[in-house]
């Protein structure tokens, strides 16, 4: 059968299983230094990035879906770590922003995750994680258009 899948071959399968395996390393330290889940992680950091935000734009910037957003954004609230207040441009929305509990968990997870990022891709130069990168957008791009 010449036209039989190769699972392991198949980029999308490689790219998810990829993925899954470095989200899951950092996933286990970023809840055993700092009780956050990915999604949480997530939106601490987009939400320093953006400054204040709605969840919808949390969803886009993130790529999760509306409940999962929801959920961390409601468990950082009644942790203290995110702010929830009107949206002037939008009554049916509210804006998310880091409380100064938020920023400070901020500036002690942000370094630990460059410090994972840094170990996992060290077998790699400078160049080639250029390459990489670049390749990932462009991959993105396409299934986008694809959408």
Not at 45 to 68: H, N, S, Y
Not at 121 to 146: H, K, N, V, Y
């Amino acid at each position: 059968m010449a036209n039989r899948l190769q699972l392991d071959r198949f980029l999308p399968y490689r790219l998810s299983i990829t993925s899954n395996l470095v989200s899951g390393r950092i996933a286990r330290v970023y809840e055993s230094l700092f009780g956050l889940s990915i999604p949480e992680w997530r939106l601490i950091t987009v939400t320093a990035e953006a400054g204040a935000i709605t969840q919808a734009e949390l969803g886009e910037r993130t790529r999760m879906d509306k409940v999962t957003v929801s959920r961390a954004a409601i468990a950082l609230v009644g942790r203290g770590l995110l702010a929830r207040t009107p949206n002037a441009n939008d009554r049916r929305s509210h804006l998310l922003s880091l409380t100064e509990e938020g920023e400070a968990l901020y500036g002690s997870v942000a370094p630990k995750a460059m410090e994972i990022e840094e170990r996992l891709f060290s077998r790699f130069t400078p160049a080639e994680l250029e390459t990489f990168t670049a390749m990932l957008r462009r991959i993105d791009a396409a299934a986008q258009e694809e959408a």
